[in-house]
């Protein structure tokens, strides 16, 4: 361990042996040497301090390291990790990088990958073994490897072993050690490792090269110390820890006056943002919102939701509308108690829906929408009835829905689980059947409605029609000029369809009032 991990209580961090890749015995050398990241670790966390640095900067040493050369990021996975993509566009152009949209034409290609289910996985890995030719081609170019996948040690051994076109593999924690780790990656031809397990900082100050400039993504905080049974990601993107206000703040003023129209903060469980920051008592989400919502931007969202932490305070926020949209994405993950009790959330199918209750009191225009898990280990029938008949009852509009898929290193995976696989399948097909109808329920209520659209651009299967979505995030297709993309505009609703609506543009919409109501009827 160096000065800086022993600071951090980090567990492990790689030697890059001096030898060559091309040798036999090349990763048993390494496992001697290198402490794999370890789920365990991830876990024994306690109530060490959060240091909070503002002061990144691209050291003299790195800079230029990047001129005449490009890089292509490859993103999968969640808002999060699109984000993370962004930091480290911002860091690679810092260093002098060229960003271009192929990999043939890159001399760094890196995968930002996602561990949460088995499939996720597999596509990184079918994606590694398609660049090994690019490798051979072109014997100079880096292919990177982070992510949250790079936060398991079963990963890690696995590439180390079996992937050796692979010259660099850092985690969640370390993208801020980017210009460090391509740095070591040309010095030696060794597969540089850098992962850390355990992570207890805020880093403010990154660089970004942001997609797009009408909708942005603000990150309020980092990791989840929720440790659902079944979830992977309280080992790969560690502890829950907050960004200050202030610096939230300060960021979602800076987007605004650069002209973006929505703002979404993200954060793995950002309902429990601000329990860690020790000197700002019983401050939490509500409090956060109620400042951001008197900042002049047309859009603020937030995702993802946990029932548990949602709190009185936060619905009270919410209820004021004016930039905070009417959806809340609130994952429910099934309708039993019994199941919810094994995926240890915290909460019943009564809490949960004793908070919806809540939340269409005090507004009963939102629009809720969710996660579910189907087949969790030893699922009886009637458990996955409950899920359906509490889909109904909430009338949730639309969900994200996913057969359980263990991971290794979480309880779940350790449990025995007697429910076969087309049992899965056709309870998660009866689950989408319902989403589809609920969905196509919700739409109807648009017919003939106007909505407040902010256009996204040209719609990915007919570049003659615009898209983009309406606050409660419902897709709208229409006809107008590509000058309205960017802007807010008043759409008439022609045809409603199962995923999304069709409608007539009529006119920009008045945007930029901070207290505009919405002309939504739902
Ligand atoms: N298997 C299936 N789905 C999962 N999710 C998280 N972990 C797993 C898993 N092991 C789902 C949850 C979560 C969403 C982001 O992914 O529904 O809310
Ligand atoms: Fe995973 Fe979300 Fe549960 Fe955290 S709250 S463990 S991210 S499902």
Known sequence: MNEEQRKHGQQSKSATPSDQKSEKDYSKYFQSVYVPPSLKDAKKRGKEEISYHSDFTIEDQYRGLGNGKKFYIRTYGCQMNEHDTEVMAGIFMALGYEATNTTEDADVILLNTCAIRENAENKVFGELGHLKHLKREKPELLIGVCGCMS??????????????????????????????????????????????????DVIENLPKVRRGNIKAWVNIMYGCDKFCTYCIVPYTRGKERSRRPEEIIQEVRHLAAQGYQEITLLGQNVNAYGKDIEDLEQYGL????????????????????????????LIEVLAKKGNLVEHIHLPVQSGSTDVLKIMARKYSREQFLELVRKIKLAMPDVSLTTDIIVGYPNETNEQFEETLSLYREVGFESAYTYIYSPREGTPAAKMNDNVPMEVKKERLQRLNALVKEFSAEAMKKYQGQVVEVLVDGESKKNPDVLAGYTRRSKLVNFKAPNSMIGKIVKVKIIEAKSWSLDGEFIEEGSIGTEFQEPVEVN
Request: glycine share 4%; proline share 4%.
């Open 286 to 313: 509500g409090d956060l919102m109620d400042e951001l919502r008197k900042i002049d931007i047309p859009r603020i969202r937030f995702t993802t939701s946990h029932p548990r932490d949602f709190d009185d305070h």
């Open 151 to 200: 936060q398991e040690e079963s990963v890690v051994n696995k590439i180390l072993k079996t992937y050796q076109q692979v010259d660099m593999i850092f985690g969640t924690h370390n993208i801020h050690r980017l210009p460090k780790i391509l740095s070591d990656a040309y010095m030696s031809k060794a597969m540089v490792v850098e992962v850390w397990s355990k992570e207890g």
